[in-house]
């Protein structure tokens, strides 16, 4: 008994002194990855409050994160697309698990720049400790599981991503699910045979198992990319272990784990799926090609090249040369593995064609090169992730992001044989030192290898264009009431959408992130009522534009010059000739704001109450009309256009208000040749037979508009339009289209 218990006294002090050297490891690792992180971006230069990034993406996660802080959520935000607000829910994202974490850390500041870069920072040490904690899993030592470990964290895809994607950036939760997927390789349980072990559902899980269902869950909350490379690597360790050992029980682990990540993602896009249910779909929101994963796809090239603005001149020509020469130079540019990563890459490739059993642990080393094989066969341009954007779906587009997996599986060969280099190595002090010697030099060559001086951001001339925006917005603020609505041009469709001459995506986002209690028409969602409304304010003349804001109940109008090929020369002295006023001009020159206060006051003065009630529902829900059936899109100019149609077309009239409306209705109707032909027009409120030619026939009508939904149908025996390379059914045009409410 008394032995007993000195063993159990024995025991614990043992353990106690691992979980000691264990903490002290991982204390150690990550302060040596903060000191590095330190020196590589200089950061004793920057200002966190300040954003690491300004332009692109950023803003938009930028405006998510600020607009979670003041909205609950991310998904709707009052401040951004007015005159309704943004619901971002036609754009399905499965990040939840990053925002709850950046929610979390709001308790302590609700300044939105500096939780994206505390986020982005906080990413290098968490990848520091998970993916120490999977090596030391699988029996590596310390040191090279260290050295793995920050080399890991410090890829270059790690920097050139940064804030700009964000949540890419943010790969922590990658070396766990990689553990899992090796778990099934290596046929270790993670679930007992029903037929075995009967009782509760806990009771048939072993705590892999568990850990598995939690780390699929965590992956699945945090990206969609990552779930679904991570899914695809569960059924490729499932088929591998079955093949391999005729195990199906991994092979049911792995679709049972594959279920737990697609049914945790549907539930991160839940909000999407009812939105689309209850308002229908919106194809306009994301638009993706199966073209697109050629484009964004991976090659090997760019994995074994070094990284762009390499510390060695030769190497950093190189690989200029390659992104000058070769097309389809984008994203994929951020994959490179560095010396130490490529080394494993290699390793792994040549380890399917020469296995050597009783090199360091070959099971494991199999396991990670037939996951290493299986990503480049998906990702890489004209491979399977072709297949599966042509055939199955092409929401996946950028199959280069799965390189961080790629990176962590050659990583892990390279720390699987440095760890048997400190094995043999270690039976005499002296080749212990020379192997930490190693060790430490691999780290440096490679931490330096992956990173350069580009990751240094230009600190001063961020805050200086911050501030810039920050005290234009101020002056705003200063001279509008509270909650007042700003319209911003040029109109751009939200969200994604090219550039407008020198302006980029998101740039109209700028506003927003520094105001407080202004309210901006950038951000409607695109495809939605919103959007289409502010689509055609911004193409009124500029006269009709400023009364038309003012009804609407604007309060002044944003400028963002670099959206014109003049700078805005044109729009601005058209707007101080209407409004009769100097804008407010930034301090670098880029925006400007015109107050709308005087012109509002002026205009107001000229409708009784009731009127300027009438002339705000009109401007603010316009009648919708929607070209369906043979009808083509619009063409020609605001002055003279036309839209072809096919025998038979139909065009929908929608009252949105509760009250009926009295409308005028013009249009002209053509046919492509002299002879006539027939046409019928049906309607809720006229229905004629027009004999039309290619003279054209003016129909002019009024009528009332009752709330709802009403359709005009067109029907014409004319002949076809021979028009050589149009695929189009040409057979009658309706011309000069024109809908305007009488009051």
């Known amino acids: 008994m008394v032995s007993d218990l000195e063993h159990l006294k024995t025991r614990r002090v043992t353990l106690g002194k691992v979980h000691q050297k264990a903490i002290c490891v991982h204390v150690g690792a990550t302060a040596l990855c903060l000191l590095?992180?330190?020196?590589?971006?200089?950061?004793?230069?920057?200002?966190?409050?300040?954003?690491?990034?300004?332009?692109?993406?950023?803003?938009?996660?930028?405006?998510?994160?600020?607009?979670?802080?003041?909205?609950?959520?991310?998904?709707r935000n009052r401040f951004l697309g007015m005159p309704w607000g943004l619901d971002f829910s036609d754009y399905p994202?499965?990040?939840?698990?990053?925002?709850?974490?950046?929610?979390?850390?709001?308790?302590?500041?609700?300044?939105?720049?500096?939780?994206?870069?505390?986020?982005?920072?906080?990413?290098?040490?968490?990848?520091?400790?998970?993916?120490?904690?999977?090596?030391?899993?699988?029996?590596?030592?310390?040191?090279?599981?260290?050295?793995?470990s920050l080399l890991f964290a410090f890829l270059p895809y790690h920097f050139m991503r940064g804030t700009w994607h964000l949540f890419l950036s943010s790969y922590y939760l990658i070396p766990l699910i990689v553990m899992v997927v090796l778990w099934i390789c290596l046929d270790e349980p993670l679930f007992r045979d029903a037929?075995?072990?009967?009782?509760?559902?806990?009771?048939?899980?072993?705590?892999?198992?568990?850990?598995?269902?939690?780390?699929?869950?965590?992956?699945?909350?945090?990206?969609?990319?990552?779930?679904?490379?991570?899914?695809?690597?569960?059924?490729?360790?499932?088929?591998?272990?079955?093949?391999?050992?005729?195990?199906?029980?991994?092979?049911?682990?792995?679709?049972?784990?594959?279920?737990?990540?697609?049914?945790?993602?549907?539930?991160?896009?839940?909000?999407?799926?009812?939105?689309?249910?209850?308002?229908?779909?919106?194809?306009?929101?994301?638009?993706?090609?199966?073209?697109?994963?050629?484009?964004?796809?991976?090659?090997?090239?760019?994995?074994?090249?070094?990284?762009?603005?390499?510390?060695?001149?030769?190497?950093?020509?190189?690989?200029?040369a390659y992104a000058r020469n070769w097309p389809h130079v984008n994203e994929n540019d951020t994959v490179s593995l560095g010396i130490v990563g490529g080394l494993g890459f290699l390793t792994l490739l040549g380890w399917l064609v020469i296995r050597k059993?009783?090199?360091?642990?070959?099971?494991?080393?199999?396991?990670?090169?037939?996951?290493?094989?299986?990503?480049?066969?998906?990702?890489?341009?004209g491979g399977f992730g072709s297949l599966l954007a042509l055939a199955i779906t092409n929401k996946v587009r950028a199959y280069n992001r799965i390189s961080v997996y790629i990176a962590f599986f050659s990583l892990f060969a390279v720390a699987l044989l440095l760890d048997?280099?400190?094995?043999?190595?270690?039976?005499?002090?002296?080749?212990?030192?020379?192997?930490?010697g190693v060790l430490g030099f691999i780290l440096f060559v490679g931490i330096m290898d992956q990173t350069t001086l580009h990751f240094i951001r230009p600190y001063e001339l961020l805050k200086a264009e911050y501030l810039s925006d920050d005290a234009f917005v101020k002056r705003i603020e200063a001279s509008v009431p509270k909650d007042a609505m700003i319209f911003q041009l040029p109109h751009v469709p939200f969200p994604e959408y090219p550039h407008v001459h020198r302006m980029g995506d998101y740039a109209l986002l700028r506003g927003y992130l520094h105001s407080r209690s202004l309210r901006w028409s950038y951000g409607a969602m695109k495809g939605r009522d919103?959007?289409?409304?502010?689509?055609?304010?911004?193409?009124?003349?500029?006269?009709?534009?400023?009364?038309?804001?003012?009804?609407?109940?604007?309060?002044?109008?944003?400028?963002?010059?670099?959206?014109y090929a003049d700078g805005g020369a044109k729009l601005e002295a058209e707007l101080q000739g209407v409004?009769?006023?100097?804008?407010?001009?930034?301090?670098?020159?880029?925006?400007?704001?015109?107050?709308?206060?005087?012109?509002?006051?002026?205009?107001?003065?000229?409708?009784?109450?009731?009127?300027?009630?009438?002339?705000h529902e009109a401007t603010l829900y316009p009648l919708r009309l929607e070209w369906k059936g043979g009808f083509s899109g619009l063409e020609g100019t605001p002055e003279r256009n036309w839209r072809w149609c096919a025998s038979k077309g139909e065009l929908y009239i929608t009252n949105p208000l509760r009250r009926d409306r009295r409308v005028l209705l013009d249009m002209t109707v053509a046919t492509g040749h002299r002879e006539s032909s027939l046409l019928k027009v049906d309607s809720p409120w006229f229905s004629e037979e027009l004999k039309i030619n290619i003279e054209g026939r003016l129909i002019s009508k009024k009528a009332r508009v009752q709330p709802g939904t009403h359709v005009i149908r067109f029907e014409s025996d004319a002949r076809r339009v021979h028009a050589p390379g149009d695929p189009r059914v040409l057979v009658f045009s309706v011309q000069n289209f024109h809908l305007e409410e009488q009051h």
């Open 36 to 75: 590095a992180l330190f020196w590589v971006m200089q950061l004793w230069r920057a200002d966190l409050s300040v954003p690491l990034m300004l332009e692109g993406d950023v803003s938009s996660h930028s405006a998510l994160v600020k607009g979670m802080l003041e909205n609950g959520w991310y998904l």
């Open 93 to 148: 994202m499965a990040d939840g698990f990053h925002f709850l974490l950046i929610k979390v850390m709001s308790f302590w500041t609700s300044d939105h720049a500096l939780l994206i870069n505390l986020y982005y920072l906080l990413g290098f040490p968490l990848t520091v400790m998970t993916s120490l904690l999977v090596f030391r899993r699988f029996g590596l030592s310390y040191p090279p599981a260290i050295v793995g």
């Open 195 to 320: 037929k075995v072990q009967r009782g509760a559902l806990w009771g048939r899980i072993y705590p892999k198992g568990a850990a598995s269902i939690a780390f699929c869950v965590l992956v699945a909350s945090g990206g969609a990319y990552y779930a679904f490379f991570a899914g695809y690597f569960l059924l490729v360790a499932g088929a591998f272990a079955f093949f391999q050992r005729r195990s199906r029980a991994q092979l049911l682990a792995s679709l049972v784990l594959s279920a737990v990540l697609f049914l945790t993602f549907l539930i991160n896009v839940s909000p999407s799926i009812i939105h689309a249910y209850q308002q229908g779909k919106n194809p306009s929101a994301v638009v993706r090609s199966p073209v697109a994963a050629e484009i964004f796809g991976m090659r090997i090239t760019q994995l074994l090249l070094p990284v762009r603005g390499h510390r060695v001149s030769y190497l950093a020509k190189l690989k200029e």
């Open 357 to 381: 059993p009783e090199v360091g642990n070959p099971d494991l080393t199999t396991g990670l090169a037939i996951l290493n094989i299986a990503a480049v066969l998906l990702a890489t341009i």
């Open 420 to 436: 048997e280099m400190v094995r043999r190595w270690r039976a005499s002090r002296t080749g212990r030192y020379l192997s930490y």
């Open 530 to 563: 919103g959007d289409a409304w502010q689509r055609s304010v911004a193409r009124k003349p500029v006269t009709e534009l400023v009364s038309t804001l003012a009804f609407a109940g604007f309060s002044g109008i944003y400028v963002d010059r670099y959206g």
């Open 579 to 615: 409004l009769d006023t100097k804008p407010i001009v930034s301090a670098n020159k880029r925006l400007t704001f015109f107050s709308l206060a005087e012109f509002n006051q002026a205009l107001r003065k000229r409708y009784t109450a009731e009127q300027w009630q009438s002339k």
